[in-house]
């Protein structure tokens, strides 16, 4: 294992300072000299984001908006965003991946894919289409990859992480038996207030001999969150399960490729010290099988009892709890919110945001059922209230799949959500099915009560996917 700090090696070659830092400070103003610092201010706006369609029309793929406005025009149903006509452009070759600070009055995002993939911009909220950008640039490529996985993992420090897994055969190609894999994470702090690089490791994934003989391997990893008492680093795992009996084969492009067979282990998380990111471990749920690695979205809550509340998203249904004094799954903590729901269907959460003592906010979809939900739960009480919005039986939510769809693909907005904005007392959501004009909901977290708030003008294979 090779934990190393800024000014150090990375993956066997030394990085420069000005490649690792590359903090290009803004000259066009006093407000922008120096560091940008935390956020430290009230809340101004609420930030909503918006992914529109790339050069091919695939929807929601060639880049993101973003448009700010204030809480009082959020809940004006007459005021109008077009975030996607009038946005500020973010940095980013897809869809960008964006974090937001705890008042609003900074953007982060890691640019994702293409040639400045990797590259991680920090923005001042200003109103409207106005985003500053800080110059604190930082180039997290060498350690990513150009399609990092990142979040805010405790306010002022993001974690980006990256996994690949290796597998060791009898030959290349096909007709090859499987001997055994091994799986590697990447991790990188990030500190947001005066951006840099502060740490960064790389090791092989601890899984036991027996578990790679058996075909066990982790090949993504994301969401990583810092525990209360900020002494470990937690993150979600994709656990898959190679078939070792039997031979490999190509895919489309060429490249050897496993059967897959089910794995038993449960759910799993990866866990280190924090801030060394020495001793890694994994920890197993006895509940659940799901994998809890997310997609594009935040899943992992420390909750205001020290404890962290884990979604199995964004198939599950289960939230599970990892005890803030033991640092393992809480076996005797199970909240199924398909049972909650009473839903007929599968239920995947796809979105969800803990707010304050145990309550929180779910975005759902559920199995044969066209739409998207959403729905405030009791963590405590492990029961669920259904928030009714105006379109959301509308399938662009939940999307189609291209043989429901007579051979092209439908995207859903509720799978491609990254983030619900909390202030005070109220909740913001934008809803809007793929190609479909909606309205920001603000949602009450105490009373339950919505409202529908701005209208969002929408565009074909566009749709909002955050709110900050």
Not at 209 to 224: C, L, S, W
Not at 246 to 260: A, D, F, V
Not at 291 to 305: C, E, I, K
Not at 367 to 387: E, P, Q, R, W
Request: net charge neutral; charged share 20%; proline share 3%.
């Amino acid at each position: 294992m090779k934990t190393t700090t800024l000014r150090s090696i990375v993956l066997g070659s030394v990085v420069a300072l000005g490649t690792m830092v590359s903090c290009e400070k803004s000259n066009n103003g006093s407000e922008n000299d120096g560091p940008s610092g935390p956020d430290i201010w009230g809340r101004k706006f609420i930030t909503l984001t918006a992914a529109f369609p790339d050069g091919e029309g695939t929807a929601g793929n060639g880049g993101t908006r973003a448009f700010s406005i204030t809480p009082e025009q959020a809940a004006d149903p007459n005021f109008e965003v077009d975030a996607i006509g009038q946005g500020y452009v973010l940095r980013s070759q897809r869809t960008a991946r964006v974090q937001g600070s705890v008042n609003g009055n900074f953007l982060y995002n890691i640019q994702y894919t293409g040639a400045d993939g990797g590259i991680f911009n920090k923005y001042r909220v200003e109103g409207q289409a106005k985003f500053a950008d800080t110059r604190e640039e930082l180039d997290t490529e060498p350690i990513l990859g150009q399609a990092p996985r990142w979040v805010v993992a405790a306010e002022g420090t993001g974690v980006g992480v990256y996994a690949s897994a290796t597998v060791q055969a009898s030959k290349e190609g096909a007709d090859a038996d499987f001997i055994d894999v091994k799986s590697n994470a990447r991790i990188a702090v990030i500190d947001l207030d005066n951006p840099e690089i502060s740490r960064q490791t790389e090791f092989e994934i601890p899984l036991t001999a027996e578990q790679t003989k058996n075909g066990y391997q982790i090949g993504r990893i994301d969401v990583p969150i810092i525990n209360a008492a900020k002494n470990k680093l937690f993150i979600g795992c994709n656990l898959t399960r190679i078939d070792v009996t039997k031979k490999s084969t190509l895919n489309n492009s060429g490249n050897q490729t496993w059967s897959s067979a089910t794995a038993t282990l449960g759910t799993a998380t990866l866990v280190v010290d924090y801030p060394s990111l020495a001793n890694p471990k994994l920890i197993y749920s006895t509940n659940s099988r799901a994998n809890n690695h997310s997609y594009r979205t935040m899943t992992q809550y420390l909750g205001s009892d020290g404890n962290i509340y884990q979604a199995t998203a964004t198939s599950g249904s289960q939230i599970l709890r990892i005890s803030s004094s033991t640092g393992e799954y809480d076996a005797s903590y199970n909240f199924d919110v398909k049972a909650a729901l009473g839903a007929g269907g599968n239920v995947q959460i796809r979105a969800w945001r803990y707010i304050q003592d145990g309550t929180a906010v779910v975005m759902y979809t559920e199995t044969g059922v066209n739409g998207g939900f959403l729905a405030v739960l009791d963590l405590n009480a492990k029961t669920a209230t259904k928030i009714s919005t105006e379109k959301q039986s509308d399938v662009g939510y939940s999307g189609l799949s291209a043989n429901q769809n007579n051979g092209t693909a439908l995207t859903g907005t509720f799978g491609q959500f990254q983030h619900i904005a909390v202030s005070g007392d109220n909740v913001y959501i934008p809803m809007t099915p793929n190609g479909v004009d909606g309205n920001l909901y603000v949602i009450n977290w105490k009373t339950k009560q919505a409202v529908k708030g701005a209208k969002l003008k929408n565009q074909s294979g566009s749709f909002y996917i955050g709110a900050y």
